[in-house]
C-alpha cells in the first residue's frame, strides 16, 4: 500500500532562507507527484505538478524535484517571505486506482 | 469565476442527526470527490464521482452518502452522524486525467457533540 510521509511536522526559519521540504513515497509506480499549499480555514492550492518523466517544476520561486527510484520529493523555496508561512502537502497519483495518496504535511512559518 | 463553493463553512450536529454538505464547481470539472482532514493525517478520500450519474468509492466511505444529478454538483450526506466524522470536509474537482490540477472548495468544519 503506498504511504507517503513528509518530514518534518513543523519548520519555523527566519525570512530571507532558502529551505527545502521533503516528501517520501513507498511505491515508485505513480503517474505523478502533486504540491499543494494550504492556508489557514482555507482550501488547498496547487502549486506544482511533476510527471513520472520529469525530474523538476519550477514556478518563480518554487522548484519541485522528484526521483522516483528513491521515492522522495523535494520542495524548494527561495528567498523565504512570510507570505510563504502555510501548511504544504504533497501528493502521489497513483498508477494502480487512479487516486492521490496524500502525506500529512509540513507546516511552515516564516518568522520577519 | 467561483470556482468549487461549498456550505456551510461551518456546522454542529449532535449524534444521529442527518445532514447534507453541498459542493458546486462552475468550472465544468467530469470529477468531483469528496475528502475529510483530520489532524496530523493526510486527506482521505471518501467517495469520488467521474460524471453525472456515476459515483464511487473511496478509502473511508462508511456513513456517507453521494450523488451526482448534474455536472455542477456533488452532495455529501451524512446519514447518522457520530462523533467520529468530527473533521473538516473538502470538495475538490478537476478536468479528467492525471495530470489534471485539482481544485479545492475551502472546507467544511463539523463537530460531532
Known amino acids: 500500500k503506498q504511504e507517503v510521509t513528509q518530514i518534518p511536522a513543523a519548520l519555523s526559519v527566519p525570512e530571507g532562507e532558502n529551505l527545502v521540504l521533503n516528501c517520501s513515497f513507498t511505491?515508485?509506480?505513480?503517474?505523478?507527484l502533486q504540491w499543494f499549499r494550504q492556508d489557514p480555514g482555507k482550501g488547498l492550492t496547487s502549486l506544482l505538478l511533476?510527471?513520472?518523466s520529469q525530474r523538476e517544476q519550477t514556478s518563480g520561486r518554487l522548484n519541485a524535484s522528484l526521483d522516483k527510484s528513491s521515492g522522495r520529493s523535494t520542495l524548494y523555496i527561495a528567498a523565504s517571505q512570510p507570505g510563504d508561512s502555510a501548511t504544504y502537502l504533497c501528493?502521489?497519483?497513483?498508477?494502480?486506482?487512479?487516486?492521490?495518496?496524500w502525506g500529512a504535511g509540513t507546516k511552515l512559518i516564516i518568522k520577519p | 469565476n467561483a470556482g468549487v463553493t461549498q456550505t456551510p463553512k461551518f456546522q454542529v450536529l449532535k449524534t444521529g442527526q442527518s445532514m447534507t454538505l453541498q459542493c458546486a464547481q462552475d468550472?465544468?470539472?467530469?470529477?468531483m470527490s469528496w475528502y475529510r482532514q483530520d489532524p496530523g493525517m493526510g486527506l482521505r478520500l471518501i467517495h469520488y464521482?467521474?460524471?453525472?450519474?456515476?459515483?464511487d468509492q473511496g478509502e473511508v466511505p462508511n456513513g456517507y452518502n453521494v450523488s451526482r444529478s448534474t455536472t455542477e454538483d456533488f452532495p455529501l450526506r451524512l446519514l447518522s452522524a457520530a462523533p467520529s466524522q468530527t473533521s473538516v470536509y473538502f470538495c475538490?474537482?478537476?478536468?479528467?486525467?492525471?495530470?489534471?490540477?485539482?481544485?479545492f472548495g475551502n472546507g467544511t468544519r463539523l463537530t460531532v457533540t
Open positions: 464521482s467521474v460524471g453525472a450519474g456515476i459515483t
Open positions: 468550472m465544468n470539472h467530469e470529477y
Open positions: 501528493a502521489v497519483f497513483e498508477d494502480s486506482n487512479y487516486q492521490l495518496i
Open positions: 511505491d515508485s509506480a505513480i503517474y505523478n
Open positions: 511533476i510527471q513520472s
Open positions: 475538490a474537482s478537476k478536468f479528467p486525467g492525471p495530470n489534471s490540477p485539482l481544485h
